[in-house]
Nanobody, 117 residues
Framework: VQLQASGGGLVQAGGSLTLSCAAS????????MAWFRRTPGKDREFVSA????????YYADSVKGRFTISRDNARNTVYLQMNNLKPEDTADYYC???????????WGQGTQVTVSS
């Protein structure tokens, strides 16, 4: 089972990016999907999560109103639309999969997002 994030890059403050997380090896339809981020010297930070059916969405306060998580079970992919990006959003973003919100057993490789001021 693998999760591969993509879509990161360099963007100016106020700009937008959409991250994708493609899963292989098991269908995501039976699992909660989430995004996390990490910057050097800091702990891993929860960003957002989506329930198995896509009905329930969860966001960190720091991204609420700016980021939108979504999932396409048919494509086995989860997305993170990031708008109004801020320099403090600069981080390595990666996705995770698990049976419940807050419990993740598969972690993917990250994609770097850099927001310039």
């Amino acid at each position: 089972v693998q999760l591969q994030a993509s879509g990161g890059g360099l963007v100016q403050a106020g700009g937008s990016l959409t991250l994708s997380c493609a899963a292989s090896g098991r269908p995501i339809s039976g699992y909660v999907m989430a995004w996390f981020r990490r910057t050097p010297g800091k702990d891993r930070e929860f960003v957002s999560a989506v329930s198995k059916g896509g009905t329930n969405l969860y966001y960190a306060d720091s991204v609420k109103g700016r980021f939108t998580i979504s999932r396409d079970n048919a494509r086995n992919t989860v997305y993170l639309q990031m708008n109004n990006l801020k320099p403090e959003d600069t981080a390595d973003y990666y996705c995770a999969s698990g049976p419940f919100i807050g419990t993740y057993d598969i972690w993917g490789q990250g994609t770097q997002v850099t927001v310039s001021s």
